[in-house]
């Protein structure tokens, strides 16, 4: 039998903020005009012995085409010549490319892995979801899936406890229902 245990991989993440009175109060930060950041990094989703079982971390080492940091992987060699302060190292250096991340540093969204967790059974009922098409450029049988959060309390909360309602996309394999790519959007709104 084969155990997962640990995935490194590279990641593009892209954020947009918009320039909204609502979106300013969310992540904290005055918004005048929209922003982008094209960050590029390395991304580890482990395994551990702690009690959460199951931890991501990041390792920005390009942000908008710079580099940031010579490319050494030091975060898979983290757990690949395991140490016993691992965790707590990797948790370092992911919160050192916490500064590359549009509006507040103290975000917990800018994990690919929330949009994800919304088609476990336990969240699919927050959600609507619909088949808006096929997207060729990712292949031939890539479905493009839309949610949208319908359910309050929602999911996600800001830091002052208010409801993130959020929506997005998930590009997916048809043929082996790998999810391809992942959209998140939040906003602190009324649930249309």
């Known amino acids: 039998m084969h155990e997962f245990s640990t995935v490194v991989a590279e990641e593009r993440y892209l954020q947009e903020s918009r320039s909204t009175a609502d979106a300013g109060r969310l992540i904290g930060a005055s ?24 931890l991501t971390f990041r390792d920005v080492y390009s942000v908008n085409g710079r580099p940031v940091r010579d ?6 060699r983290l757990f690949l010549e395991p140490a016993p302060d691992a ?58 899936l839309k949610f949208k959060e319908r359910v309050r309390p929602t999911i996600l909360h800001s830091k002052d406890n208010r409801d993130v309602a959020t929506s997005g996309r998930l590009w997916i394999d048809g043929a082996s229902g790998r999810v391809l790519q992942t959209e998140l959007d939040t906003s602190t709104g009324e649930i249309a």
């Open 31 to 54: 918004l005048d005009a929209p922003q982008h950041a094209d960050l590029r990094s390395d991304f580890l989703f482990v395994s551990t012995d702690s009690a959460v079982g199951w």
């Open 71 to 76: 490319r050494g992987e030091r975060l898979a």
């Open 87 to 144: 965790v707590d190292r990797a948790r370092q250096i992911s919160r050192e490319g916490y500064r590359h991340n549009l509006g507040s540093p103290d975000r917990t969204v800018a994990n690919p892995l929330v949009a994800l967790g919304f088609l476990q059974p336990d969240y699919r009922d927050h959600f609507e979801f619909t088949v808006s098409g096929i997207d060729t450029a990712l292949g031939t049988d890539t479905w493009i």
